[in-house]
């Protein structure tokens, strides 16, 4: 089943920090597209429990995110990368 994905403005941003200081954009908008395609397709299938939410990790990123079944949403809590430069 489809799901919306958004992420919170806080999530958003360091992702914005993230990618306007790398030097390998390309991997991180990739990793960020193939992201929300796993989340917005059966998102409970994807990633494992993260201390009351879920973590779904696509190198060099990973995200928590929040699943809200009565509005078909997932959310994005949060924006971890590592090694991105």
């Known amino acids: 089943m489809r799901y919306t994905v958004v992420w919170r403005r806080s999530a958003l941003n360091t992702l914005m920090t993230c990618w306007s200081s790398s030097t390998d954009r390309t991997a991180l908008t990739e990793a960020v597209a193939e992201i929300d395609h796993l989340l917005g397709d059966d998102p409970d299938r994807h990633g494992e429990e993260y201390y009351g939410d879920r973590i779904v990790v696509v190198a060099p ?3 928590t995110f929040k699943i809200i079944e009565e509005d078909r949403t997932v959310e994005v809590v ?3 990368s590592r090694g991105i430069r």
């Open 78 to 80: 949060d924006f971890y």
């Open 61 to 63: 990123i990973a995200v």
